[in-house]
């Protein structure tokens, strides 16, 4: 039996899951319960109903694992990975920082440790650190670690005073405004996208900035053929295997090929079998400091689900939603029985393709819902989100107009919209990927052409 296999039979045997960060390498998907960035793995996190979570990541997110589910084990492969940029704050010099400027709330970026959240009063992640400092209300926010997420907020919100921690991520901040003009002249058709880690002069000559599921997301959405990506060696790995398993036709070329977390990278396939075997390197935090520190990621829970808690109001015709409960993504979406508008918070509709993709039964629920007055114009100007009232803008999805936040990533559509989506889906991949010989390819496309 092959260390995939043993591995795989393990978790069984423990019910266990294991969570991996989209920067390791990336052979571990093959073990992997989800593969993602750190909001969404925070969230598998605290969702899941596993006796054991062994993290494929970094210390501080092993750590956040296990203060949103405390009562698991959360097993870390290499006990030493830990994140440069973490270990440049901690109690100390946060409390001075806090202390030459007081009263004024505290963003903790989740790379920090539980000790420095503790002492934080919100968390964010590079997904919703736009969300997550509107949302405090606050006209001056203090924001730790890290300075270029930090500016980079700043930006997008002008009317708010970021004031920020010297911090940075020594890996992204290796990429050069000099990489970015030799790659515009290198690859003159591609698209460069960065990490908001990147500093500033990378930032503002890259055609799009996002966090990791951002960057991934983009590119799906993308028309172009060719993009160079400012982050860690990870994604591009998995947007290549991907475009080529999905035929996308594209192509990721790596901005510079040393941008490789070494941290990331200790986790290895051997690593964690011993680990999940031995059920060592278990994540422990001190009581007191977690019930602080998880005020501070529940804060963030609660502020990029706040319309989970309340009505939501149809940006589309102003009838209240009816919320319906997907199985499938473990979620509440919101549909407007009157003219058909569906919204989903920010990450559902990606949920919605991984459950297409996984070929699972899907959002039967939305299909059972019919609108009284379907919708005809979704192409509305100024619309704002239901979540965080930020603009909505119109994106392309596989042929389907619908239209995002800029700031959460929230999605509006229309029923009949999401049913063609999800047919298109089903036709384009699931259904031709699923079929395996050429007597198969002509039943299915019988099937589907008629
Ligand atoms: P994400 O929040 O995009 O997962 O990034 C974490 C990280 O460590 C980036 O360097
Ligand atoms: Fe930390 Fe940078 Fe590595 Fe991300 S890439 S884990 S911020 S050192």
Excluded at 204 to 220: L, P, R
Excluded at 370 to 377: C, G, I, Q, S, V
């Amino acid at each position: 039996m092959d260390l995939i296999d043993k591995i795989n039979k393990l978790k069984k045997e423990k019910n266990a899951i294991i969570l991996t960060h989209c920067y390791q390498n990336v052979e571990i998907d093959e073990v992997s319960d989800y593969v993602g960035d750190s909001l969404f793995l925070s969230e598998k996190a605290a969702m899941t109903d596993a006796d054991i979570i062994l993290f494929a990541g970094v210390y501080f997110m092993a750590q956040s694992a296990k203060l949103l589910s405390p009562n698991k084990k959360v097993l870390l492969p290499e006990i030493n990975s830990g994140c440069m940029m973490a270990d440049m704050i901690n109690v100390d010099n946060l409390k001075s920082f806090k202390e030459r400027y007081p009263n004024i709330p505290v963003v903790c970026y989740i790379n920090s440790t539980a000790e420095v959240k503790a002492l934080c009063d919100v968390c964010c992640t590079s997904s919703n650190a736009i969300e997550v400092v509107k949302n405090l209300n606050s006209d001056k926010v203090l924001f730790v670690p890290d300075n270029f997420l930090g500016k980079y907020v700043q930006q997008q919100l002008p009317e708010i005073e970021i004031i920020t921690f010297n911090g940075f991520c020594p890996i992204h901040q290796r990429i050069r405004l000099e990489e970015v003009e030799a790659a515009r002249k290198n690859y003159p058709n591609a698209l460069i996208l960065a990490h908001p880690e990147c500093n500033q002069e990378v930032a503002k000559n890259s055609d799009f900035i996002g966090s990791t599921k951002e960057i991934m997301e983009y590119v799906i959405s993308s028309d172009a053929r060719q993009f160079v990506i400012a982050t860690e060696k990870g994604v591009v790995d998995r947007l290549n295997r991907d475009s080529k398993k999905f035929n996308w036709g594209k192509e990721f070329i790596l901005i510079n090929e040393n941008i490789i977390c070494p941290d990331m990278k200790k986790n290895t396939l051997e690593g964690i079998y011993n680990t999940l075997l031995n059920e060592s390197n278990e994540i422990t935090i001190d009581d007191e400091v977690a019930k602080n520190a998880v005020k501070c990621i529940d804060k963030m829970f609660e502020i990029t689900r706040a319309y989970d808690l309340k009505k939501v109001i149809c940006p589309l015709c102003s009838h209240e939603m009816k919320k319906v409960f997907v199985d499938e993504i473990n979620a509440n979406i919101d549909v407007c029985e009157e003219c058909g508008g569906v919204f989903f918070d920010y990450g559902e509709f990606e949920h919605i393709e991984f459950a297409l993709e996984n070929n699972t039964k899907c959002i039967d629920e939305i299909d059972s819902c019919e609108a009284k007055t379907p919708y005809k114009n979704v192409f509305v100007d100024n619309l704002t989100c239901p979540s965080c009232q930020s603009k909505m803008v119109k994106i392309e999805k596989r042929g389907t107009t619908i239209l995002e936040c800029e700031a959460c990533l929230s999605k509006i559509s229309v029923l009949p919209q999401i049913k063609e989506y999800r047919q298109k889906y089903i036709d384009d991949e699931v259904f031709i990927n699923s079929v395996v010989n050429d007597s198969e390819i002509i039943d299915a496309l019988d099937l589907l052409f008629g």
